[in-house]
Each structure stands twice: as C-alpha cells, then as structure tokens.
C-alpha cells in the first residue's frame, strides 16, 4: 500500500510513557507528570495507551537531581543485571524496577516510545534528544514536531557518540526521546518553559496518534546537532576551576564557536580562545548540574539527516 521504496514499517506505538523527575529537581516535567497523573485527558489520544511516571520520586521529594547517583546514567547492562537487592544505591534499583514496569531494555515487550521531560539552565530553547541516527520512527517524529512548532524553533540534539553516550531511562523504550527545555533555574518553575514543553508533547502525541491511524509519513530531511565532545572548565593543578564562561559565549547555545572566539573568561580577566579546528555549534553552555560532571558545555556538529518514508506494519 505504500507509495514510496524503502517505507520503514513499524508496529503500532500504542504503549507509550511520559517521564517526569528523572532529575528531581526539573520542575516543568514533574509538575506535567503530577498534573496528567491527576487528570490524563491531555495526553489521552485514540489507540494511544500514555502513561505519566514520576521516575524519581525520593529526588523530587527533596527536590534534589538524585540521591545517590544519576537516574539517567543508571541504566547500563551491569547496573540493570546486578544482584544486591536493598544494598544497592537507590536510584540503580529504581532503574531495575523501572526496566521491569517499561522494559525490558531491548526486549519486544518494551514500551514503544518514552518521553523523558528535562529542563536545563542553559540556554537551549526546545531541544529533542535522540540516541540512534537510524531510528526512521523518531527522525519521522522530529520532523513533525518541527513543523508543527515553527515558526518557533525546536531543535534536535543527537547524542550517539561511542563513548559519551550514557545509560538514560528512556533508554528503556524502543523508541526514546528526550525533551530538554531551557533555561529554567533548578527547583524553579517557570510558565514559558513549563508551555514550551506541553506544546512539544502535545505535537509529539498527535504524531503517534496519526501513525497509528496509518497515516504514511513521506521521506524527510530533519536537521541534527551530534555531539562531538565535551569542554571541560579551565582548572589548576589541584583541580579549581579557574574561568568562567566567557560572556559572549554565555546564553549563545546553538550558535556558531570558531576556532579563536572567546570561550572562558578567568578571574583575573585574561579570555581563553576556542582551538578546535571549525566551526562547532556549543549548547549546555554553563548547566548547572554538569559541574560535578566536570562540563562546562559541549560541542555538536550541524548536519541533515534523510528520514525514509514509515508506515504502520
Ligand atoms: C541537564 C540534564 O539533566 N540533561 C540531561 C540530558 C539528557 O536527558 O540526555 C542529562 O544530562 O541527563
Ligand atoms: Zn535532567
């Protein structure tokens, strides 16, 4: 039945969750999450099953990013499989009893699709993330939802790289997709920010419910930004940070750096010039919660990636 060569098939995406307070202390998905959990009419479409889930209630109980380590880099191979029960660090059995309610990871009775709702207090604007520059479903998505924002703008950040990539909750899915939306204060909620991301999922869901209807999506082009490398803060040699990000770096998430624009500003005001070898696009620029990951923002590179056609198998 379908028009084009090459159409990716793929079932149905009738189980779906919504997560929320991965990071205890981003406010626009665990407020989302707590009022869909009270009254679910919003997220409700036909042949769509859409579950809210609070992922990490303790950290939201103290309004922490976690506990005892980070949700979203708990759910490797080894953490899921690990014995120890009650020994283990909170949040690793939590990713094991989140894998057996969506998962499990990688098997056919995973959930179809995960949006997991951050926010940053960089200045990202809408970002989608993505795991798998292959995954015809999610490039299909991204490009609806897109669309369906602009004029406003809604970028897609794709995290595939080999050794950066880390264990996220949505991970579980067969189809995960971050939403990241910025900036936002930790334990603030701001109504912009809290908007901007109801809308992205409000279009997100109408993607699902439009293929599960069997709506054939045509080959697109969706633009991406692919993480190339993280950019540490400049320290000494015992370890202090000793610049800040420069000011005409600060807030430019998604804009051009060139090799010899400012990137750090130190204290005694001397500029610390980009040296890489072109033009990258930064973003995460100055996130609070990377300071302990010893971040302080990360280049990506533009590139544009083709979608095949998808229909429902
Ligand atoms: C600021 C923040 O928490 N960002 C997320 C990005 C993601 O969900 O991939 C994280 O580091 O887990
Ligand atoms: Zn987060």
Request: with cysteine; aromatic share 10%; net charge negative.
């Amino acid at each position: 039945m379908s028009s084009y060569n090459n159409t990716a098939r793929f079932s149905e995406a009738r189980r779906v969750a919504i997560f929320g307070g991965t990071h205890g202390n981003e406010m626009s998905g665990v407020t989302l999450v707590n009022l869909w959990t009270k009254n679910g009419t919003e997220i409700q479409r036909k042949g769509v099953e859409a579950v809210p889930f609070i992922t990490n209630p303790k950290a939201v109980e103290k309004c922490t990013r976690y506990v005892d380590t980070d949700l979203n880099r708990a759910f490797t191979p080894e953490n899921l499989s690990a014995p120890g029960g009650n020994d283990l660090p909170y949040e690793v059995l939590r990713a094991q009893e989140i894998n057996r309610i969506f998962g499990p990871k990688g098997s056919p009775e995973a959930y179809d699709v995960i949006f997991d709702l951050h926010n940053t207090t960089s200045n990202m604007g809408c970002t989608l993330i993505l795991e798998s520059s292959k995954d015809h479903f999610n490039l299909q998505m991204m490009n609806y939802i897109k669309k369906s924002m602009a004029p406003a703008s809604c970028l897609v950040l794709m995290n595939e790289h080999p050794l950066l990539k880390y264990s996220t909750s949505r991970s579980v899915a067969k189809h995960p997709v971050g939403l990241e939306v910025g900036p936002q204060p930790q334990g603030v909620l701001r109504s912009n920010i809290f908007e901007a991301m109801r809308v992205i999922l409000k279009h997100a869901l109408d993607f699902i419910e439009l293929f599960n209807e069997g709506v054939e999506f045509p080959p697109c082009t969706v633009e991406v930004f692919r993480v190339l490398e993280w950019i540490d803060y400049p320290r000494d040699a015992n370890g202090n940070i000793i610049a800040m990000v420069h000011p005409n770096l600060q807030d430019c998430d998604w804009e051009p750096l060139n090799p010899g624009d400012p990137m750090f500003q130190t204290f005694d005001g001397k500029t610390i010039h980009y040296q890489g070898s072109g033009t990258v696009y930064p973003t995460f620029i100055n996130e609070a919660a990377y300071y302990e990951k010893q971040q302080a923002f990360i280049t990506t590179r533009r590139e544009t990636l083709v979608a095949s056609a998808i229909i429902k198998a």
